[in-house]
C-alpha cells in the first residue's frame, strides 16, 4: 500500500463495467504512459451465458496433462487476479514497452480507505448497456471456481 501515489494515478471504479472492453481502453492508456488503479473489480462484469462463462473457467484449472502441474499452467482464480490478467493479454507484455505499461496497473477487489474520498472514474463505453443481457461478476465466478 505503500507504493501507490495517488497525486498522480487515475482511479477507475469497474463496478458494472465489462470487463474486456475495460481492459482494452485501460491496456491503451497504460501504453500511453498513466498511472492506473482499479478498484471494484469483483464487480466487473463477463457477458455470456453464466453457466458457460464459469464452465470455461473452471475448464482452465482442471486440465489434464502429461507433464509436472507444479511447473503451470497457473491460472488467477481471485477477482482482481483475473482483471489483471485480462488487461496483460491486451499489452506487449513480452517487451520492455509491456513489461513498464504492466507495473503501472493497480487492481483491487473493494474500494479500499485510501481512496473513498477521491473522484472515481468510468471510462465511457464499458458500461453494460442491456441489462437484460446475461452476465457474470467476478466475485460470482471466484465463488464457482
Do not use: C, W
Not at 15 to 41: C, P, Y
Not at 46 to 59: E, F, H, Q, T
Request: aromatic share 6%.
Amino acid at each position: 500500500m505503500n507504493d501507490i501515489t495517488i497525486d498522480d494515478s487515475k482511479i477507475i471504479n469497474a463496478e458494472d463495467t465489462i470487463i474486456g472492453r475495460l481492459a482494452s481502453i485501460v491496456a491503451k492508456r497504460l501504453l500511453s504512459g498513466e498511472k492506473i488503479i482499479i478498484v471494484n473489480a469483483e464487480k466487473a462484469l463477463i457477458s455470456g451465458n453464466p453457466g458457460s462463462v464459469a464452465k470455461k473457467y473452471l475448464d482452465r484449472y482442471h486440465i489434464k496433462t502429461k507433464s509436472n502441474p507444479l511447473q503451470g499452467p497457473f491460472n488467477p482464480r481471485k477477482p482482481d487476479q483475473i482483471l489483471k490478467r485480462t488487461v496483460r493479454g491486451m499489452l506487449p507484455y513480452k517487451k520492455s514497452r509491456g513489461k513498464e505499461a504492466y507495473k503501472r496497473l493497480k487492481v483491487f477487489n473493494r474500494l479500499p480507505g485510501l481512496f473513498k474520498d477521491q473522484e472515481l472514474e468510468v471510462p465511457s463505453g464499458t458500461l453494460l448497456n442491456n441489462p437484460k443481457s446475461s452476465y457474470i461478476s467476478l466475485g460470482e465466478l471466484n465463488k464457482k471456481i
